[in-house]
């Protein structure tokens, strides 16, 4: 199949799951073109089946605001028009479905009829997608897809909740190529990082409000009074200059580091022996599903859908949003017998294969088949 991809090309989760698919998709023999603004973060390398087409937006001075959304919907016309293109999947509802229904109407014009699936994320249903700013252009695109996925149950509930939506969405989770996880070995990187043997929890997001950092930094130091830990934080946002000034003046500084964007998460995940993920909501949390590919427990909230991914007291606890005390306790029963971590380990593990790609990408294959 030849089939198109629009997805933000950063580090977020809508992303880096749209490019994991497109190239699982290129490694089966299908032809992907990637339509974004930007080279996306995870899309690296030369495959001969993956096309990558740059949205240009020129400017002008009447612009304040240039035209993003029209410009996308042209290159989604000249993309689909000149590659023999027969779907469009777009992820992520805001601009990304309004784009694919405008192309799609230009293109019914000139007597071609090209399916558009939209997958929601997150974020484009449960905080900007419900705006009012937003939400009659984000529902009018939503029914006018072909076909609506949701990567969990709780963003299929939710989407119905606070839209009126006319058409049937499939739950696909997201998915995780769990051989790239495959623990490297990592004990020099480990001895770096923890010389005197500690336990090493990461956080990776977006520090977007959502993800609660200061909760990941106040239960960490309340593990720190147990467990001789350390702290490594991944990503960047509009709240790790906050993150950073708690870590600051605190008494465990020199257990925490912030490392920046990590484009290779599976070179430094492993080295890790629980995941911290405090947020107040994950449609799904992809980012925990990737700690858990790479043998690390997972201590989380029990929002939104996180509990499709996570068994508590199987591969990880969850605990209520803000509850730190609850988090700190079950770090503990992980992380203090070796014997009791270990265990969890190959519980994560386990429970990452259930997500793995080589299960989920084929219901992606049977839906664009259906469609087209
Ligand atoms: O977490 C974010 O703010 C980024 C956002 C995105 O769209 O990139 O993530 C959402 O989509 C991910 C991939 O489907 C999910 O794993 C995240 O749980 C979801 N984030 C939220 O719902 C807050």
Known sequence: MNIAIVCY??????GVLATELGKALADKGHNIHFITYQQPVRLTGFHANLFYHEVRVPTYPLFDYPPYETALASAMVDVINNNNVELLHVHYAIPHASAAYMAKQILA????????????HGTDITLVGKDKTYRPVVTFSMNESDALTAVSENLKA????????????????????????????????????????????????????????????????????QIPSKLLLLGDGP??????????????????????????????????DLFLLTSEYESFGLAALEAMA??????????????????????GYMSAVGDIMDMCKNAVKILKEDEVLKQFKANALEQARKFDIVNIVPEYEALYKRMI
């Open 9 to 14: 090309p950063t580090f977020g989760g809508s």
């Open 109 to 120: 014009k000139q007597g071609k009829h090209i399916p558009v699936i939209t997958t929601l």
């Open 158 to 225: 939710e989407t119905y909740k606070n839209f009126e939506i006319e058409k049937d969405i499939q739950v696909i989770h997201n998915f995780v190529d769990v051989s790239r996880f495959n623990r490297k070995p990592v004990d020099a990187f480990k001895k770096l990082i923890a010389p005197n043997g500690e336990r090493i929890i990461v956080h990776a997001s977006n520090f977007r409000k959502v993800k609660r950092v200061d909760d990941v930094i106040n239960a960490f130091l309340l593990i720190n009074q």
């Open 239 to 272: 709240e790790r200059p906050f993150a950073e000034s708690i870590c600051r003046d605190c008494v465990a500084a020199e257990n925490i580091k912030f490392l920046g964007k990590q484009e290779q998460m599976e070179d430094i995940l492993p080295i890790a």
């Open 294 to 315: 790479a043998e690390v427990p997972v201590i989380s909230t029990n929002a939104g859908g996180l509990p499709e991914i996570i068994i508590d007291g199987y591969c």
